[in-house]
Structures are given as C-alpha cells and as structure tokens.
C-alpha cells in the first residue's frame, strides 16, 4: 500500500529553527509537496520538489532524496503565525496526491 | 489567491437526507478535485474531474457521486448521507497533472446527525 509518515506534533521555540520529517512508500514519484495549514482553513501551497536536493524559498525550505524516499521541510526564525499544520503529499505513478496525516507545530514564545 | 469557493460553508443534515456541495472556480483550470479531511487521516480523495463531464473515483468515493457539467461548476453529492460522512470538505483545482500545484477552497464542514 502507500504510505506517508511525519510526526503527529513538534513543539519549537520563536527565533528558532525546526525540521519537519516526512517519508513516504508510494507507488511511483512524480513530485512531493509541501502545504501549510492553519487550524480552520483551508491548506495552501508552500514548496514543490521532484529532484533531489534542497528547494530554499526564503524562511521555508525543503529537502528530498528519492533513493531514500525521505524529505524534510525546514523553518528558520520561526514566527507565532507559523504555528500551523504542515502537509507532506507524494504524486504517484497515477498522478494523484497522496497525503500525510500532518505535522501540528506549536510555536511557544 | 486561486478563485474557488465552495457552497455551503457549513451544513447539518439529517440521516438518510441528500446533500449536494458546490465548488465554483473562476481560474479556468482543468482538474478539480474534492477531498474529506478528518482528524488523524491525511486528505483522502473523494473524486476527481479532468474536464467537462469527464470524471473519475478516488480513495473513498463509496457513497459520492459527482457531476461537472461546466468547466467552472464541479458538485459533490451525498445521496443518502451517513454519520460516517461527516467531515471537512475541501474542493481543489490545478492546471495540470504534471508539476502544478493544486488551490484549495475555504472547505465545507458537514454534519450528518
């Protein structure tokens, strides 16, 4: 079956910095997602990789490795509004989006 | 912000009762989608539409049906509406299949009591 892995929760500090995990088992690639999600709204678009490497687009980041079949978004000088749920989709072999479960990040002071 | 809304915003509905969700886009965009959000489940996908009339199952499409009769129009439809259909709703559009992203609409909470 396909499968999407991050962590149910993290906590961070504001200032800081934090890596949120995902690995994925999916059948076939065809690009990972990154979207954030504020507690009664609606999921939008923050980061978009299908090679490997890193994606930088300004505090957000993002990382895969295929061969792994692992990423990682990184936020630097976390802020209280991102305090928020963070999604992780593969596109399959079928091009459909498979998602995560999320990932709730509370930002403490 | 993609143009899309979706209507209602919020709904509560009885057993047994049909209920038809609409998402509008004003975008032009080929693929829509509707997705159900629920605690501890990523997004799961309900059924999905690659143009007019064109459409096909998702995930979890017992239970739904879908019409797409304009480019702009796609409604979702519970036809007799159960407990286990209450959930978030959420309608997304992109271009294309390949390297676009998909926009999502504000979403419809519905309750089936």
């Known amino acids: 079956g396909q499968n999407i892995d991050q962590p149910t929760e993290m906590t961070a500090t504001e200032g800081a910095i934090v890596q949120i995990n995902c690995t994925y088992q999916t059948s076939g690639f065809n690009g990972l997602f990154w979207y954030q999600q504020h507690a009664g709204e609606a999921p939008t678009f923050l980061s978009y990789n299908v090679l490997d490497g890193l994606e930088e687009k300004g505090r957000f980041s993002s990382f895969l490795s295929r061969s792994k079949g692992y990423s990682y978004l990184l936020l630097k000088e976390l802020q209280m509004k991102d305090s928020a749920s963070y999604l992780c989709?593969?596109?399959?072999?079928?091009?459909?989006?498979?998602w995560g479960a999320g990932t709730k990040l509370i930002i403490k002071p | 912000d993609a143009g899309i809304t979706q209507s209602p915003r919020h709904k509560v509905t009885e057993t047994g009762t049909p209920v038809t969700l609409r998402c509008h886009q004003t975008?032009?965009?080929?693929?829509m989608y509707w997705y159900r959000q629920d605690p501890g489940h990523g997004l799961r996908l309900i059924h999905y539409s690659y143009g007019v009339k064109d459409t096909d199952k998702g995930e979890v499409s017992d239970g739904y049906s879908v019409s797409r009769s304009k480019t702009e129009d796609f409604l979702l439809t519970l036809e007799s509406a159960t407990s286990s259909q209450t959930s978030v709703y959420f309608c997304a559009i992109s271009e294309s299949v390949q390297g676009y992203e998909q926009y999502f609409g504000p979403g419809t909470r519905l309750t089936v009591t």
């Open positions: 975008e032009n965009h080929r693929y």
């Open positions: 989709a593969v596109r399959d072999s079928n091009y459909q989006l498979i």
